[in-house]
């Protein structure tokens, strides 16, 4: 399947743009997807990044999608009501090494690292040893309001700290560049919790998937965290980003308990 230029920056532009969809979880996938496909619906031209935890990734514009691929045509088209089932899990960072990075805010130009890390370039020499001679068209502008999806590293002052082409061979993909895992799965049944607990690293998340007849919730004891009402068949994912023990109860039965051991 092939897409014009027009229908590409489209896609992506939607992507930026789609916050909000219809929550009806009764159709099955249209066609088989798995982790690390690239997926959209029938309606919106939006294409999102299938991360290994089970969760959709945005592109936040077509520079940042052509880092990582060069065209549109392994996309998968699922029904809408699929696509909304599946929770935004955040947005995808400049692939590691191919392009340097500023805003329009800071004069200071950044090279990109592995999992989104951005480090100060010293210099106009230092870019072009980095980057050759046409350094200066090799920086991309990142709109403000996704500067904060980057975390700061170390300044590089030579290729003895940062060789481009090293950090982009390394990137083989969106999964492995933001460390994304499988997530655990807990059942919740209308006999009980199954199983009772999982115990997963900081950063997993947890599948929890109503395999009963009637509507089930896991809710956090401490009621800061939830999945909200399930029906039969609904899941949910919660990811877990700090070290603790999180106990939840269903609130349709209080007696159904488990717990989530985050290490």
Sequence with gaps: MKFTRTLLAAAVIGAFGATSFGLSRQHAFAVSVSSGDLIRGQTYAAVYYL????????????????????NFDTVKYISDAELAKIQIGGNVTYRPGVKMVKIDSDPSVYAVDAGGTLRH??????????????????????????FGNYKKGAD?????????????????????????QAPSTINLTDAGVSPIDVHITVGQSVRFTNTGSTKHTATGDDLTWGTGTLNAGESFIQT???AGTFTFFDSYNSQNTGAVYVQ
């Excluded at 001679?133 to 920086?139: E, H, R, S």
């Design 156 to 180: 590089v002052n030579g290729l003895s700290d940062f060789t481009p082409s090293a950090v982009t061979t390394a990137a083989v993909s969106i999964n492995g560049d933001k460390h994304l």
């Design 240 to 242: 877990f980003k700090k």
């Design 51 to 70: 991360g290994a935890d089970g969760f959709r990734y945005v592109f936040p514009n077509f520079k940042t999608y052509s880092t990582w691929y060069a």
């Design 121 to 146: 370039v010293n210099g106009e020499a230092v870019a072009s040893s980095l980057y050759g001679g046409t350094w200066n068209k090799q920086i991309d502008d990142i709109p403000d309001g996704f």
